[in-house]
């Protein structure tokens, strides 16, 4: 039989606002089923940030770019983290870590959390390379200007930035 704290590792929570989800998010989500056999992608439903789609759009964004890996469980979620965290039986929480930048917040997160709830673990993991420099709301930008932003992000998410921003021009990648 497993024990309580090896069934806790066992589920890992990968929160995050994903407006949109890109080819970043979804690099960290299959690095993390490596680590983990069950994975929870926790959409923030924080009604006072302002997010380009909805929660609901949001989460099929992410459902469909990952066509439906049955590890993984994608919901919304609103409170304090670690309290969302330890309601899904998880014991860890999985951030992607892009460049230094990223780096003063995510451990300035990472440990109030740890101080919230001891037994809580975050970790960090590094997307490849070709996605280190990508942001959501980077895409935002240059979709919003009509650039090519279809290597970047999963069809479905394409397709719902051209319903709010117009045609992008695509320039011939190959994917
Ligand atoms: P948040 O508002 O919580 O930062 P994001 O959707 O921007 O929400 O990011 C969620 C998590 O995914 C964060 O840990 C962020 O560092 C990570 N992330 C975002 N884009 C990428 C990327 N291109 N590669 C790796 N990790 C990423």
């Known amino acids: 039989m497993r024990s309580r704290e090896g069934e806790m590792a066992r589920r890992a929570v990968y929160p995050g606002s994903f407006d949109p989800a890109t080819y970043g998010h979804i690099d960290i989500i299959r690095r993390g089923l490596k680590m983990f056999d069950e994975l929870v ?3 923030a439903s924080n009604p006072q940030k302002d997010t380009l789609f909805s929660v609901e759009e949001r989460i099929r964004f ?7 890996e049955p590890r993984v469980q994608v919901e ?3 409170g304090l983290l670690v309290n969302y965290v330890r309601s899904r039986g998880a014991g860890v929480i999985v951030r992607g870590l892009r460049a230094v930048s990223d780096f003063e917040y995510e451990f300035q997160m990472a440990l109030m959390n740890r101080s919230l709830a001891e037994s809580v673990e975050t970790v960090f993991m590094m997307p490849s390379e070709q996605y280190s420099y990508l942001s959501s709301r980077l895409v935002k930008e240059v979709a919003a200007y009509g650039g ?3 290597g970047l992000v999963p069809p479905s998410v394409l ?8 045609r992008i021009q695509r320039e011939g990648r190959n994917r």
């Open 41 to 43: 992608v926790a959409v």
């Open 62 to 68: 992410i459902r469909e770019g990952l066509d439906d």
């Open 76 to 78: 919304s979620f609103e």
């Open 148 to 150: 090519d932003v279809s």
């Open 159 to 166: 397709r719902g930035l051209e319903e709010k921003f117009g």
